[in-house]
């Protein structure tokens, strides 16, 4: 069962114009999520994160939305760039329990390609 | 600062045999994890470590044991490769189980 879900596996957008990038969650637990960037052959960098007591958060060009009654968040570039292709991971996460971490709950990766 | 590093960067294996891949961070985080990667699955948690000498098992465990005898240092141990382990691994580290967590370049697996 895939708690968290990118239903999108590819994005086409044109430079200049918003990208927006979406994913849904099931695990009413989770109070914190980040979006990864991930070039081919290297790991995971991250790119921005919200905790579940905001419904927004902004750095730069990115933009992350969360509607927690939806259970659905987004991420938005504006402008977009030909540096921003690439595959766009959504995580989250639950508090531990016991003192211990159950890491971070992927979605499948959206695929953004920025065409000139 | 290197922050996270993994070693090798590539392996083939055959079927049966085993291997050790470690991962090595800098920045005195106490949690550390190990993932892999496979088309269309995004990242699966293997094993995760609170502080050092403490592990515990992740969503896809099986056939993987880990150790963490330093805090710099979470090792993952294949005992016996199977095709189904070919994967691109990636560990990871953060200093809270709700902090950013930051990734290693990876190791890519192939089990022939």
């Known amino acids: 069962d895939q708690q968290v879900k990118q239903n999108s596996p590819s994005l086409s957008v044109q430079e200049g114009r918003i990208s927006i990038l979406n994913c849904d969650y099931t695990?009413?637990?989770?109070?914190?999520f980040l979006w990864y960037k991930k070039y081919p052959a290297e790991g995971p960098t991250f790119l921005i994160s919200?905790?579940?007591?905001?419904d927004k958060n902004e750095d730069g060009r990115f933009t992350v939305f969360l509607n927690k009654s939806a259970k659905h968040l987004s991420l938005h570039i504006v402008p977009s760039q030909p540096g921003d292709s690439a595959v766009y991971f959504c995580?989250?996460?639950?508090?531990?329990?016991?003192?211990?971490?159950?890491?971070?709950?992927f979605g499948k990766g959206t695929h953004l390609i920025i065409q000139p | 600062n290197a922050g996270v590093t993994q070693t090798p960067k590539f392996r083939v294996l055959k079927t049966g045999q085993s291997m050790t891949l470690l991962c090595a961070q800098d920045?005195?985080?106490?949690?550390m994890y190990w993932y892999r990667q496979d088309p269309g699955m995004g990242l699966r948690l293997i094993h995760y470590?609170?502080?050092?000498?403490?592990?515990a098992k992740g969503e896809v465990p099986d056939g993987y044991n880990v150790s963490r005898l330093k805090k710099q240092n979470f090792l993952l141990g294949l005992e016996s490769a199977a095709p189904s382990q070919t994967s691109v691994y990636f560990c990871a580290s953060s200093w809270t189980d709700q902090e950013t967590q930051y990734f290693g370049p990876g190791t890519r697996l192939l089990v022939l």
């Open positions: 920045m005195n985080h106490e949690y």
């Open positions: 470590s609170v502080g050092e000498g403490t592990t």
């Open positions: 919200i905790s579940s007591i905001k």
């Open positions: 695990n009413s637990m989770f109070d914190y």
């Open positions: 995580a989250a996460s639950a508090p531990g329990t016991g003192g211990g971490a159950d890491g971070l709950t």
